[in-house]
Nanobody, 127 residues
């Protein structure tokens, strides 16, 4: 059963913007922290950002801080990643993930914290 589905990836020039979306079909979305990870070709998957279940706390990898913004809509069961000032090194497959725990008070940042993953969406930034 597919729970998370990403969309919004594509090809963009350096300096451009993209907005990724992730739809969650699960019944516990509002109780789960959500995160975004990415994996570039030939590299390991890395944490990008995450947001607590209530949306009050966020955490960003240093590489995207100030350029990317995570947000969520608990009514629509959606999480978003607004990516601005994109760089070629942002090129990767981006994955949406849901916390394996409910009601976590801290912001998870390890892939081990997340138990549900989407199929990924490709983001390519040309120089």
């Amino acid at each position: 059963q597919v729970r998370l589905v990403e969309s919004g990836g594509g090809l963009v020039q350096s300096g451009g913007s993209l907005r990724l979306s992730c739809a969650d079909s699960g019944r516990i979305f509002s109780s789960s922290a959500m995160g975004w990870f990415r994996q570039a070709s030939g590299k390991e998957r890395e944490f990008v950002t995450a947001i607590t279940y209530g949306g009050t706390r966020t955490y960003y990898a240093d590489s995207v801080k100030g350029r990317f913004t995570i947000s969520r809509d608990n009514v629509k069961k959606m999480v978003y990643l607004q990516m601005n000032s994109l760089k070629p090194e942002d090129t990767a497959v981006y994955y949406c993930a849901a916390d394996r725990l409910l009601w976590r008070s801290t912001v998870p940042s390890s892939s081990d914290d997340f138990g549900f993953w989407g199929q990924g969406t490709q983001v390519t930034v040309s120089s």
